[in-house]
């Protein structure tokens, strides 16, 4: 059986955003490392009805954050394992391409225990739950024919933990294959929090950093949520304990950056579904 992860010489280059692509840049000038509240620039596709980004997929998607790269396809439904699987109806698996440098080991989680090195890293492990973790309460069901599989590449990584852009990848390529129901789409933001020179009376918070602005950072929180059921579906903090007041304004400002990003995604999934010659409610 062919692997259903992308070789380089299958991935689609993006160009100038055209019909079917989605782009904007939140931040205040053009380079691709966010400035406290601000966001990197971003790009969005989805394959559509011509496959754009990948061919011989349920659907796909390629997103870039600043200088992040993330390529996901959909398989499937493919036929359930059955009580070896759980009836589980999602598998998400993320792997970094061979030739994709890695973030910084200082800025990783504990690593995992019992972790399979013979299938796949610990961070690779990490990153497959917490994609999992982030789009599974969108599903409301499958097509009852078996189970769907995320495969997500990092292609380029300039994140400290590229899980956000993961998630928001696998949501808008599940979103294209249309092989399930979906409650809505899943955007996800992560917040770098940063001790000023008066302790945690003058944190800082930078949005959507990039892998440098994460240097020395006290604390690093994970936000995806559903904005369809104003619900969060995954939230991570690793680093050092900050008191519970600047926790929730971090996971505040991730919600903010969060509803930027999801007015993104509608927009790139309308975008193809009018060139497609489509119309559906997206939410």
Do not use: W
């Not at 490392?33 to 061919?55: C, F, K, Q, Y």
């Not at 009836?87 to 440098?101: H, I, Q, S, T, Y």
């Not at 770098?192 to 008066?198: C, I, P, Q, W, Y």
């Not at 930078?206 to 579906?233: I, K, M, W």
């Amino acid at each position: 059986m062919s692997s259903p992860y992308v070789g380089l010489a299958e991935c689609y280059v993006p160009s100038v955003v055209g019909g079917g692509a989605s782009e904007a840049s939140v931040s205040d000038d053009d380079t691709s490392a966010a400035t406290d509240r601000s966001m990197r620039p971003i790009h969005m596709e989805i394959g559509g009805r011509s496959n754009r980004v990948l061919s011989g997929v349920s659907g796909s998607s390629l997103l870039e954050m600043g200088h992040t790269r993330i390529l996901c396809a959909v398989h499937g439904p493919r036929p359930s394992g059955g009580a070896a699987d759980g009836g589980d109806p999602l598998r998400c698996e993320v792997r970094f391409a061979p030739f994709c440098k890695r973030p910084s080991a200082r800025h990783r989680p504990a690593p995992l225990r019992g972790a399979p090195a013979d299938e796949a890293d610990e961070e690779e492990l990490r990153l497959s739950d917490a994609v999992r973790g982030a789009v599974m309460p969108s599903l409301i069901g499958t097509t009852g024919a078996g189970r769907v599989f995320v495969a997500v590449t990092v292609l380029q990584c300039d994140d400290a933990d590229p899980a956000p852009g993961c998630a928001i990848a696998a949501s808008l390529a599940l979103a294209d294959a249309g092989v399930v129901e979906l409650r809505g789409l899943v955007p996800a933001c992560a917040v770098a929090v940063h001790e000023g020179k008066d302790g945690a009376a003058a944190m800082r918070f930078v949005v959507d950093p990039c892998a440098t602005e994460c240097t020395g950072a006290r604390s690093l929180v994970v936000v995806a949520a559903l904005p369809a059921r104003r619900s969060v579906t995954y939230v991570e903090q690793r680093g050092k304990a900050v008191p519970l007041a600047v926790l929730r304004e971090a996971v505040q400002t991730c919600e903010e950056g969060n509803a930027a990003v999801h007015s993104l995604m509608r927009k790139c999934v309308l975008e193809s579904l009018e060139e497609d010659g489509m119309e559906k409610e997206v939410i």
